[in-house]
């Protein structure tokens, strides 16, 4: 592993100019003394405060946001309005009323059906976005109840007609229910809606996509290939031949679920070994090592919750590996894709139990056309934070948290941070070449939490400088 100091005289010597992270002037401050970050070639604006926990967004045919707001269990609309790139709300109205709605949200691609759901069913409404109300409720799937991970992810097909993708998470931190498939924890299905009669059973009907998944919160779809991607919480507490090494240990994780058009996969439907198996981050903090990479699925000890049982890794080398791998604790809650398909996007929710928090953040994922990450599976550098908070040792209480994503016909970014009860615009500025963009090269260090190069945060700076251009800055600071 290179020294931190080879690291920062490498990074001083090779990268641009720095230059300091910018809102864009628009909006409110942030809320509770918030201190963003941003990387260069981007900027912010707080487009909404004040929200009750704000989680799954989306826009509808109208430009409007539909959010959940996890405080009032419903669906909110808020119209916006724009001037010289400032964006705000100019009114906001209650759509669903209280159903107990904590996360998931979908519309149609036509724009007039609205789907949402809390943590024991999933819903439909009729929808018109010229007047922001719903009628005609309908229960599409039942039997999602569970407790412990309560949200259940909601993806409507844009390759595949109908076909809505659900998630549901683990009931507790090691749920021995998972290893029992006919259970319905800790997995993603898919369910055709092109002629429902009678509510559908989660736990018994549906396209199995994947179980022995934790806690698959963030869920996309491949716009050119139609691939489905899952981004994964791994678990808390986990001890390995006597040893503590939830510190870095076990890696959260981006799953390749496959196809919703038929499109055979050998891993669809698959086992991905939880609870039983996790993927490595950190090698060198495991014992009995030799036959890890990053990314490679190990077995832990036993606990009670599994009731003393558990597997070895000769047993978890045999479930469906990771495609990609990073830091432990991050808490990822949202995967989106970009038009294109170069990019997928990632909200980082934090750590809650990290001596060092980490996440806190928005990044980016460099992607091929044809619908694969561009890193490989044991890569530790696969992100590029674009979006976080200064300091991370503020966390969680003064700072964002980010949950879920929409992105806008101009690519810009709407996401919401529930624990701030704030949307953030996140925009790519016109002119950068910046990390970010598909077709370019990641240089995130998979770790930080917060925007960084070569492994330095930021802490409100977009960039590192080259040596002789930071001593050049820095005089030009003070004679100025």
Same mark, same amino acid.
């Given at each position: 592993?290179?020294?931190?100091?080879?690291?920062?005289?490498?990074?001083?010597?090779?990268?641009?100019?720095?230059?300091?992270?910018?809102?864009?002037?628009?909006?409110?401050?942030?809320?509770?003394?918030?201190?963003?970050?941003?990387?260069?070639?981007?900027?912010?604006?707080?487009?909404?405060?004040?929200?009750?926990?704000?989680?799954?967004?989306?826009?509808?045919?109208?430009?409007?946001?539909?959010?959940?707001?996890?405080?009032?269990?419903?669906? $909110?609309?808020?119209?916006?309005?724009?001037?010289?790139?400032?964006?705000?709300?100019?009114?906001?109205?209650?759509?669903?009323?209280?159903?107990?709605?904590?996360?998931?949200?979908?519309?149609?691609?036509?724009?007039?059906?609205?789907?949402?759901?809390?943590?024991?069913?999933?819903?439909?409404?009729?929808?018109?976005?010229?007047?922001?109300?719903?009628?005609?409720?309908? $229960?599409?799937?039942?039997?999602?109840?569970?407790?412990?991970?309560?949200?259940?992810?909601?993806?409507?097909?844009?390759?595949?007609?109908?076909?809505?993708?659900?998630?549901?998470?683990?009931?507790?931190?090691?749920?021995?229910?998972?290893?029992?498939?006919?259970?319905?924890?800790?997995?993603?299905?898919?369910?055709?809606?092109?002629?429902?009669?009678?509510?559908?059973?989660?736990?018994?009907? @549906?396209?199995?996509?994947?179980?022995?998944?934790?806690?698959?919160?963030?869920?996309?779809?491949?716009?050119?290939?139609?691939?489905?991607?899952?981004?994964?919480?791994?678990?808390?507490?986990?001890?390995?031949?006597?040893?503590?090494?939830?510190?870095?240990?076990?890696?959260?994780?981006?799953?390749?679920? %496959?196809?919703?058009?038929?499109?055979?996969?050998?891993?669809?439907?698959?086992?991905?070994?939880?609870?039983?198996?996790?993927?490595?981050?950190?090698?060198?903090?495991?014992?009995?090592?030799?036959?890890?990479?990053?990314?490679?699925?190990?077995?832990?000890?036993? $606990?009670?919750?599994?009731? %003393?049982?558990?597997?070895?890794?000769?047993?978890?080398?045999?479930?469906?590996?990771?495609?990609?791998?990073?830091?432990?604790?991050?808490?990822?809650?949202?995967?989106?894709?970009?038009?294109?398909?170069?990019?997928?996007?990632?909200?980082?929710?934090?750590?809650?139990?990290?001596?060092?928090?980490?996440?806190?953040?928005?990044?980016?994922?460099?992607?091929?056309?044809?619908?694969?990450?561009?890193?490989?599976?044991?890569?530790?550098?696969?992100?590029?934070?674009?979006?976080?908070?200064?300091?991370?040792?503020?966390?969680?209480?003064?700072?964002?948290?980010?949950?879920?994503?929409?992105?806008?016909?101009?690519?810009?970014?709407?996401?919401?941070?529930?624990?701030? @009860?704030?949307?953030?615009?996140?925009?790519?500025?016109?002119?950068?070449?910046?990390?970010?963009?598909?077709?370019?090269?990641?240089?995130?260090?998979?770790?930080? @939490?917060?925007?960084?190069?070569?492994?330095?945060?930021?802490?409100?700076?977009?960039?590192?400088?080259?040596?002789?251009?930071?001593?050049?800055?820095?005089?030009?600071?003070?004679?100025?």
């Amino acid at each position: 592993m290179r020294s931190a100091i080879t690291t920062t005289l490498g990074a001083a010597l090779l990268l641009p100019s720095l230059a300091f992270a910018q809102s864009s002037g628009c909006g409110p401050a942030p809320s509770n003394g918030i201190r963003p970050s941003i990387a260069s070639g981007y900027t912010y604006q707080v487009v909404a405060t004040g929200l009750s926990r704000p989680r799954g967004i989306h826009i509808d045919t109208e430009g409007n946001l539909l959010v959940v707001e996890r405080g009032k269990g419903a669906v $909110t609309a808020h119209t916006l309005e724009e001037e010289n790139g400032c964006v705000s709300i100019a009114s906001s109205t209650d759509v669903t009323g209280d159903v107990r709605l904590n996360h998931g949200i979908e519309l149609s691609p036509d724009g007039t059906t609205l789907y949402a759901s809390n943590s024991d069913d999933m819903f439909s409404w009729t929808y018109d976005p010229s007047t922001r109300t719903v009628s005609n409720r309908n $229960t599409l799937i039942t039997n999602l109840t569970g407790v412990g991970h309560s949200t259940r992810t909601l993806l409507l097909s844009r390759k595949t007609e109908g076909m809505m993708v659900v998630s549901k998470g683990s009931m507790e931190n090691i749920d021995i229910l998972a290893y029992d498939v006919s259970t319905g924890s800790s997995q993603v299905k898919a369910f055709n809606l092109t002629n429902v009669t009678d509510p559908y059973d989660y736990n018994n009907e @549906g396209l199995l996509m994947g179980w022995g998944l934790r806690n698959e919160v963030g869920i996309g779809e491949h716009p050119e290939s139609g691939g489905i991607w899952g981004i994964e919480n791994s678990a808390d507490e986990l001890f390995r031949h006597g040893v503590d090494i939830h510190r870095n240990n076990p890696a959260e994780k981006i799953n390749f679920l %496959g196809y919703l058009d038929g499109t055979e996969y050998e891993y669809q439907g698959a086992n991905f070994g939880y609870p039983w198996c996790f993927p490595v981050w950190e090698v060198e903090e495991l014992p009995q090592n030799e036959n890890l990479t990053v990314g490679s699925q190990f077995a832990i000890d036993s $606990t009670p919750e599994a009731n %003393g049982q558990n597997r070895t890794d000769e047993y978890c080398a045999e479930t469906a590996p990771p495609r990609l791998s990073f830091q432990a604790h991050m808490a990822p809650l949202d995967i989106k894709f970009n038009n294109s398909g170069q990019e997928a996007w990632i909200a980082w929710h934090g750590s809650w139990n990290r001596d060092d928090p980490v996440g806190y953040a928005l990044s980016v994922v460099s992607w091929e056309q044809d619908g694969e990450p561009t890193d490989p599976p044991d890569s530790m550098t696969a992100k590029t934070d674009i979006f976080g908070n200064e300091d991370l040792s503020r966390c969680p209480g003064n700072c964002h948290r980010p949950v879920a994503m929409a992105i806008d016909a101009q690519g810009r970014i709407y996401l919401t941070s529930d624990s701030s @009860g704030e949307i953030y615009l996140i925009t790519k500025l016109a002119d950068s070449d910046d990390g970010g963009d598909g077709d370019s090269d990641s240089d995130g260090d998979g770790g930080s @939490g917060e925007p960084d190069i070569a492994g330095l945060p930021l802490h409100g700076q977009a960039r590192l400088c080259g040596l002789a251009a930071c001593l050049l800055s820095v005089l030009a600071f003070f004679v100025w």
